[in-house]
């Protein structure tokens, strides 16, 4: 539950930042809107690029990738962890 609002959450900021693109906001909010879109896609964009060799195993991985560059860390908690198989020595 605690994810979903969270994903709901950040796709109304984004939408808020879109919303700032065709109609800009009063004079400081739009650049402090802009500010914080840009440094939220950066870190986005960077949880996504260290998580890329985890999600390999995933059946649709770019999918994945899409929804961590919008979710960001609110997707990733979502994903299963992956499972380590114990080896048996004899």
């Not at 950040?10 to 739009?30: D, R, Y």
């Not at 650049?31 to 690029?49: K, P, Q, R």
């Amino acid at each position: 539950m605690f994810w979903a609002l969270g994903k709901l959450l950040t796709l109304l900021f984004w939408l808020v930042v879109l919303v700032n693109q065709f109609t800009p906001f009063i004079n400081p909010l739009h650049l402090l809107v802009d500010l914080v879109g840009s440094l939220l896609a950066l870190l986005h964009f960077l949880e996504a690029v260290f998580c890329y060799r985890s999600l390999r195993g995933r059946a649709h991985p770019w999918r994945d990738r899409l929804k961590i560059l919008f979710f960001g860390v609110f997707h990733l908690q979502t994903i299963p962890a992956p499972t380590v198989l114990k080896a048996s020595h004899a």
